[in-house]
T-cell receptor
Framework: DGGITQSPKYLFRKEGQNVTLSCEQN?????MYWYRQDPGQGLRLIYY???????QKGDIAEGYSVSREKKESFPLTVTSAQKNPTAFYLC??????????????FGPGTRLLVL | RKEVEQDPGPFNVPEGATVAFNCTYS??????FFWYRQDCRKEPKLLMS???SGNEDGRFTAQLNRASQYISLLIRDSKLSDSATYLC???????FGAGTRLTVKP
């Protein structure tokens, strides 16, 4: 089945640790996105990538880093610089970036909890 | 002003009611709009696109008002299973509204 997978489903981090969230898609989509959602809030854009080896900051990129070495993979690292990382992290993709009328497909999300 | 704004609700309606949500956007150049549905602790899923002329999918109707820069979602004959958070998306900017929470009660 084609789709987006995120792992792990739940992730616990100690303060001061970096953690990496995985996002993989087999939809052959060019563009991928990372969002953060806090309880009772909407989605906020962290980073996005429209093509391999290229990515741009979203609204809340501070304390996060990404890479896009392969088309199907867009891992997100939550660094120790992110002071309030506890949230629900959602990865999404679209067929092509920068196009109107592009539907976003979401992965199931990763819940990160800082201990 | 936020780029995309929604009334957070919650909207509590009885089964069978008609309910409508609005979503305003600030970028007048925006071209594509969507409504997503998000169930508790799940990822958002596409409900419907919003076309300039308005569009309908069963009990759901989406409208776009470019002059006033808002989109709307109308749900007729509400079902218990419609209970969820409804997110609007302005896709050019990849900006989501904060969502409107709907609870349909028996």
């Amino acid at each position: 089945d084609g789709g987006i997978t995120q792992s792990p489903k739940y992730l616990f981090r100690k303060e001061g640790q970096n953690v990496t969230l995985s996002c993989e898609q087999n939809l052959n989509h060019d563009a991928m996105y990372w969002y953060r959602q806090d309880p009772g809030q909407g989605l906020r854009l962290i980073y996005y990538s429209q093509i391999v080896n290229d990515f741009q900051k979203g609204d809340i990129a501070e304390g996060y880093s990404v890479s896009r070495e392969k088309k199907e993979s867009f891992p997100l690292t939550v660094t120790s610089a992110q002071k309030n990382p506890t949230a629900f992290y959602l990865c999404a993709s679209t067929i092509r970036g920068g196009q109107s009328q592009e539907t976003q497909y979401f992965g199931p999300g990763t819940r990160l909890l800082v201990l | 002003r936020k780029e995309v704004e929604q009334d957070p609700g919650p909207f509590n309606v009885p089964e069978g009611a008609t309910v409508a949500f609005n979503c305003t956007y600030s970028n007048s150049a925006s071209q594509s709009f969507f409504w997503y549905r998000q169930d508790c602790r799940k990822e958002p899923k596409l409900l419907m696109s919003v076309y300039s002329s308005g569009n309908e999918d069963g009990r759901f109707t989406a409208q776009l008002n470019r002059a006033s820069q808002y989109i709307s979602l109308l749900i007729r004959d509400s079902k218990l299973s419609d209970s969820a958070t409804y997110l609007c998306v302005v896709n050019n900017d990849m900006r989501f509204g904060a969502g409107t929470r709907l609870t349909v009660k028996p």
